[in-house]
């Protein structure tokens, strides 16, 4: 994939069309949760500014959507990880390309972070 976009859009723009409503379906519940946010573009991927600090970053990958909420973000839904057998590292956790988005977990995810900024 090139690393030639300025904005989110171009970003997405970049995958397949299936892929991309996954991907806008995640930017949109990201904007509804936290509606006074920035978007950017942070280590190639798209992000979310909330008062200044980074809140989140998501990434489209061949088999699975990456989704960066922070080292306490992946700590405090390591259980909900667990269950629901999704991979994930100290800062990352993947969600299957062929299977529906977590919005329940996701909405979590994104309003602890919030908070914690």
Known sequence: MQNTFTNIDEYILLFPVE???????LR???????????EYIGY???AFRYRGKPLVYFA???????FYPGAEGIRTF???FKE?????????????IHENLPLDLII???????QEI
Do not use: C, N, W
Request: proline content about 6%; aromatic content about 10%.
């Open 78 to 80: 390591e259980t909900d």
């Open 44 to 46: 190639q991927m798209p």
């Open 19 to 25: 892929v991309q409503k996954k991907l806008q379906e």
């Open 60 to 66: 489209g990958y061949k088999k699975h959507i990456g």
């Open 84 to 96: 629901r057998k999704y991979k994930f590292s100290k800062g990352a956790v993947q969600f299957p």
């Open 108 to 114: 979590k995810i994104i309003l602890f972070r919030a």
């Open 28 to 38: 949109k519940v990201i904007h509804l949760q936290v509606p006074d946010i920035e």
